[in-house]
């Protein structure tokens, strides 16, 4: 069966620090808020949507891979310019060097890892 049947696709992040997330997501990250129901917000996020929904556990620092197997990945124009406009909204970014291409680490106010990459830069160029 192809994805054809999909109509939308969909991340639920659960967090521990919910009104903070919501803010982080909002505010330093930009993201267009599509309702609020409770303890659930619900934000654009490309052709999908972010939900942000409180129940989750916290962490002071970034959660290891055992606590959190997602990262957040967020293809952008430019790592650099969008590292500084995050800096500029109080997130300390990260940004890293790869042979493959340039990303930028940031953590929301759970330890939950959000990341930046080039879009353009080969990364999912297909194989010659």
């Known amino acids: 069966m192809s994805g054809q049947w999909i109509e939308q696709t969909g991340?639920?992040?659960?967090t521990e620090q919910y009104m903070k997330c919501v803010a982080f997501y909002r505010d330093v990250i930009g993201l267009e808020i599509l309702f609020s129901k409770?303890?659930?917000?619900?934000?654009?996020?490309?052709?999908?949507?972010?939900?942000v929904e409180s129940g989750?556990?916290?962490?002071?620092?970034e959660k290891t891979f055992a606590q959190n197997?997602?990262?957040?990945?967020?293809?952008?124009?430019?790592?650099?310019q969008c590292a500084e406009l995050l800096r500029q909204r109080g997130a300390e970014v990260k940004v890293n060097e790869w042979d493959w291409g340039t990303t930028g680490l940031l953590l929301d106010p759970d330890g939950n890892?959000?990341?930046?990459?080039?879009?353009?830069?080969?990364?999912?160029?297909?194989?010659?």
């Not at 991340?11 to 659960?14: A, G, K, S, V």
């Not at 197997?69 to 650099?80: C, E, F, I, S």
């Open 11 to 14: 991340i639920i992040l659960f």
């Open 38 to 51: 409770d303890s659930l917000t619900c934000f654009q996020f490309g052709s999908g949507y972010l939900m």
């Open 56 to 61: 989750g556990v916290a962490s002071q620092h």
């Open 69 to 80: 197997a997602v990262t957040l990945r967020l293809n952008v124009k430019d790592v650099m």
């Open 113 to 128: 890892r959000v990341e930046l990459k080039n879009h353009h830069d080969g990364f999912f160029a297909p194989a010659p």
